[in-house]
């Protein structure tokens, strides 16, 4: 817990040192949500029918999931799992988060933890107010939705951190990770339901996604948000997140104790 306090201090920090690149961040949560807010508004012009669910609910959809993501990235792109990894591997400075007293796993789970709290504390909560204000950004439904997605959208950041951190054991074999890095993450926007809902894929398609534990990062709290999942649905949605949460942070602590003994830097 220490450290994890340590490290929302850290980016507490970091913002009043850095305050242009801070209000920087501030600007781009609200121009980025009203950005996804006006291209639903033309879409829905062309055709409403298309999507099936009313346009408050899909621009609810879409703003929340530009939250999520500032959430789930918080700081910049090398605070995620992989990409630190890497960079720390590739400086040789990965051997002084080694003899660290906690396990790498856990350095950086608390690293992200701390800044996705502050986050969403000094950037999201502002920036969801001023959607719900102005925007057209709709309030959770209910104060059941509201707990169940809190809940969800936490299940959902350990469950991408995870998949972060079992690509970034993968640097430790191959050193150099920027491509698969680059086809992950296309993967995971389209997968993920924070760029396409996945109810707009065909059958066999959507049978696939929900084979995999992509589209529980972005779209189970964002549909239990929005009330299209209620109810025995969103329990078993979160059930479901609670499963890949577990086991793919037990996946992340098996591969590291294999991949350990395949440690080589560059640089140093």
Not at 247 to 267: D, I, N, S
Request: with cysteine; aromatic share 14%.
């Amino acid at each position: 817990m220490r450290v994890f306090a340590a490290f929302f201090k850290t980016e507490r920090h970091l913002a009043g040192v850095y305050r242009v690149d801070f209000l920087l961040k501030a600007a781009y949560s609200l121009i980025a949500m009203y950005g996804v807010r006006s291209l639903w508004v033309v879409l829905y012009a062309q055709d409403a029918s298309m999507v099936g669910r009313p346009l408050d609910s899909m621009i609810t959809y879409a703003m929340l999931a530009v939250a999520l993501d500032i959430i789930f990235y918080p700081s910049a792109l090398s605070t995620a799992p992989q990409n630190y990894i890497s960079d720390q591997v590739r400086s040789g400075r990965i051997d002084t988060d080694l003899l660290r007293p906690m396990g790498l796993q856990g350095q950086l789970l608390s690293r992200n933890a701390g800044a996705a709290l502050f986050g969403v504390v000094w950037l999201v909560f502002p920036a969801w107010l001023l959607g719900v204000l102005f925007l057209g950004m709709e309030l959770p439904s209910g104060l059941l939705g509201g707990i169940g997605f809190a809940i969800s959208a936490l299940l959902s950041f350990f469950i991408l951190f995870s998949l972060n951190f079992l690509l970034g054991m993968v640097c430790f074999v191959t050193t150099n990770i920027r491509q698969i890095t680059m086809a992950y993450s296309g993967i995971l926007a389209l997968l993920s339901g924070k760029l396409i809902p996945n109810w707009l894929y065909p059958d066999w398609l959507q049978a696939v996604v929900h084979i995999l534990p992509f589209w529980c990062v972005f779209e189970i709290p964002l549909n239990i948000y929005t009330g299209a999942a209620a109810g025995w649905q969103a329990a078993s949605d979160i059930l479901l997140q609670a499963f890949w949460a577990g086991a793919l942070f037990l996946a992340g602590r098996l591969v590291w104790r294999k991949v350990h003994g395949y440690l080589t830097v560059q640089g140093g």
